[in-house]
């Protein structure tokens, strides 16, 4: 799976997904994606192209191993065409994230 991942981001392959969200409802989007191979994963990648990002205000966050966001921000600063990105993102552990609710919770409320 892992290297079916690499693969996927090296090819620069863009999976298909089932659905895709329409944003046009919301002015705020909270961000969350895990880091794989120091960025994002390529069906995140797929799902933020078809996105309008006019005028959103994007809060990030990602769950890792330990290396944060990676070259993430820089990637979504492309994808996210028009939009604005919070400075103010933030970084959970993968294997904390069950006992992170209330670090969640906090740093989603003082984002805003
Ligand atoms: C394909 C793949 C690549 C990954 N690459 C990284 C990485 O480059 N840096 C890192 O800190 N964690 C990496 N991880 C760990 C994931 O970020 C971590 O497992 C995830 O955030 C936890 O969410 P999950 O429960 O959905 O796996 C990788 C995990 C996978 C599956």
Not at 37 to 56: A, F, I, Q, Y
Not at 75 to 85: E, R, T
Request: charged letters at 20%; proline letters at 6%; one cysteine or more.
């Amino acid at each position: 799976m892992i290297y079916e991942a690499k693969e996927e981001l090296e090819q620069g392959i863009r999976p298909e997904l089932k659905a895709y969200p329409d944003l046009s409802p919301y002015d705020t989007v909270f961000l969350g994606f895990p880091n794989w191979w120091n960025t994002l994963p390529m069906p995140v990648v797929s799902c933020l192209e078809r996105c309008d990002w006019h005028g959103k205000w994007v809060l990030p966050f990602v769950t890792s191993g330990g290396g944060g966001f990676g070259d993430g921000i820089q990637a979504l600063q492309k994808l996210c065409n028009g939009a604005v990105l919070s400075e103010n993102g933030s970084a959970f552990l993968g294997h904390q994230v069950e006992t992170s609710r209330e670090a969640i919770m906090t740093w989603a409320k003082a984002a805003l």
